[in-house]
């Protein structure tokens, strides 16, 4: 009776702390019996009274067995004596747990998890593929998952050392608020080796490149120590991820990058796996994991193609979640599509739209996911320019990827890299600010039109970009601010009934609407001007169509 009292008062302790927590068991001296619901995250903490020899090299396992079968979970080492079982359930339902291990302390540990419902309203579980629609991404309760990525490569590196995290639980608030739900981030990075600002000397508060004191195995990336993982730098991440998973943001994360100057073991070396099973191991019970395998992944002459592969078979060996697989590099993934579980691609062509279409039509059983389009909307500092940093062209650009049926990803060149403002809008008035409400609005837009219905039938295109929705009977036409007009009389002469349809536009940079009205199908709709013609790109959207 101690034991559950002190179990259930760490509990409540814990939940009380803010927003960034895992539901925590510590040290159970008995057969335990955890409490928790669909998609939450727990660790059931073991300490051993003696110190265990390579800790990291030790295979631990908690077998979990419930009506949907067995799972062998990976238990993790955690320092200090401790060992983790972390564990989520997409499942409701009793299971059992025994763990299996060499250590005597940990082999034969019991237990029970009585999974019951979830109760939040926004929690829908890990980004899973849809047989029936492989070519978006849905939550594993069957939700569509419009996937709007944010950058921030450094995210890891906010307020690392301190006991709390208040930088990053900021800048988070920011990316939820604004309506992005995945973010595209490192493991780790050291530095860029481009050019920097001089202005960021300035401002040495948002500089996070060159950190000595952050690394992932002990030592520093100038002294590395690969004979073991820094587990203080994981503990942190820990509150990251799962700041993130209260929030319902993604992380898409990078467990390499091969560009950023980063003193990496050889590969395959067994410092090399060991990290890269560690990350696996830790991370793998977090609803809100993506895995990349590295970022930019075969530009740079640090890996080869069977090093990639043999890194996604080891993933998902170890992963019993079998959470998403991506690599960041298109031509691995034009050259390896069975292995990866949706298409990453790279392009700064200004034909971005013909390129987004044709990974679409070249896989029919990917999601396409631009995860970089050259487009890095200016900040305060010139921290890599890339093809454009108008705020309104990279809008653009991320609606170009859109209405080819696919999704995007936004820079900003003030958090993507090692410049990170945390607080961008709490900035002296001449600091330039981003633009973050373009993609609030942006993903308003495609929440009311069910972007999961919608597809690219880019033969009706006339001076835009068309995205029909026919289960709905809806048409979507984007209009550059330069266009004078869009057209669906074709479309709607082909597959439509539009009696009873209804016209509005939608202002891009604004996310105004206009009143909705009565659509009257014209044989000359370039007389039919837009609004905004010169001010904003727009989306005519046509409803109530009914499908001839």
């Not at 939040?120 to 492989?134: A, C, F, I, T």
């Not at 993982?229 to 319902?248: A, G, P, Q, T, Y």
């Not at 010139?382 to 209405?403: H, I, K, Q, S, T």
Request: charged share 25%; aromatic share 16%.
């Amino acid at each position: 009776m101690k034991n559950i009292i002190y179990t259930l008062t760490l509990f409540f302790l814990v939940s009380l702390q803010g927003t960034a927590q895992i539901k925590t068991w510590e040290n159970p001296k008995r057969n335990i019996v955890v409490k928790t619901v669909q998609w939450e995250v727990n660790d059931i903490i073991y300490k051993v009274k003696g110190d265990v020899k390579n800790p990291f090299e030790k295979q631990v396992y908690a077998v979990v067995s419930g009506e949907e079968g067995e799972q062998r979970v990976p238990v993790f080492f955690n320092g200090n004596r401790e060992w983790v079982f972390r564990y989520s359930s997409a499942k409701i339902g009793e299971k059992i747990f025994v763990i299996e291990s060499d250590i005597k302390e940990l082999n034969h540990k019991k237990g029970k998890i009585v999974v019951g419902a979830n109760e939040k309203q926004n929690r829908h579980g890990g980004v899973v593929l849809n047989e029936s629609d492989p070519q978006h991404f849905y939550y594993e309760d069957g939700t569509h998952y419009f996937n709007l990525a944010f950058e921030c490569d450094w995210l890891f590196a906010l307020d690392y050392g301190q006991k709390d995290i208040p930088k990053t639980e900021h800048l988070l608030s920011l990316v939820e608020k604004y309506g992005f739900n995945q973010i595209v981030m490192n493991v780790y990075s050291y530095d860029v080796s481009w050019p920097k600002d001089k202005r960021l000397l300035e401002h040495p508060e948002h500089e996070y490149g060159s950190r000595e004191d952050i690394y992932p195995f002990l030592g520093s990336n100038s002294k590395p120590d690969y004979s073991a993982l820094n587990i203080d730098f994981f503990k942190h991440f820990d509150k990251v991820i799962s700041n993130m998973h209260d929030r319902e943001i993604v992380s898409h994360l990078m467990i390499y990058v091969w560009n950023k100057l980063v003193e990496w073991p050889d590969m395959e070396s067994k410092a090399d796996n060991m990290y890269y099973d560690y990350i696996v191991k830790r991370y793998q019970a977090f609803p809100n994991i993506i895995w990349d395998v590295s970022k930019e992944a075969l530009h740079y002459t640090r890996a080869t193609k069977e090093y990639i592969l043999e890194r996604i078979e080891r993933t998902r060996k170890l992963d019993t979640y079998h959470r998403l697989v991506s690599v960041h590099d298109y031509g691995f993934c034009v050259n390896n599509p069975d292995k990866v579980d949706f298409i990453s691609t790279q392009n700064w062509k200004h034909t971005l739209y013909q390129h987004m279409l044709e990974a679409k039509h070249k896989f029919p059983n990917k999601p396409i996911f631009n995860i970089e389009h050259g487009g890095y909307e200016a900040s305060p500092y010139v921290v890599f320019p890339g093809a454009y940093d108008d705020a309104e062209a990279c809008l653009r650009r991320n609606y170009m990827c859109v209405f080819a049926g696919g999704y995007t990803t936004y820079y900003w060149q003030g958090t993507s890299w090692n410049a990170v403002i945390h607080n961008p809008f709490e900035q002296p008035d001449n600091f330039d600010k981003p633009h973050f409400e373009y993609f609030k609005h942006m993903r308003t837009l495609f929440d009311t039109v069910n972007f999961q219905n919608c597809k690219p039938l880019e033969k009706y295109n006339t001076a835009g970009y068309n995205l029909t929705n026919e289960k709905d009977g809806i048409v979507l036409l984007y209009a550059p601010k330069e266009n004078n007009w869009v057209g669906a009389a074709r479309i709607i002469k082909d597959k439509f009934d539009h009696t009873h349809a209804t016209k509005q536009w939608f202002n891009t940079i604004t996310g105004e609407f206009t009143a909705e009205e009565k659509y009257e199908k014209k044989a000359l709709e370039f007389w039919d001007w837009r609004p905004w013609k010169g001010e904003a790109d727009a989306v005519l959207i046509i409803r109530g169509l009914k499908k001839k």
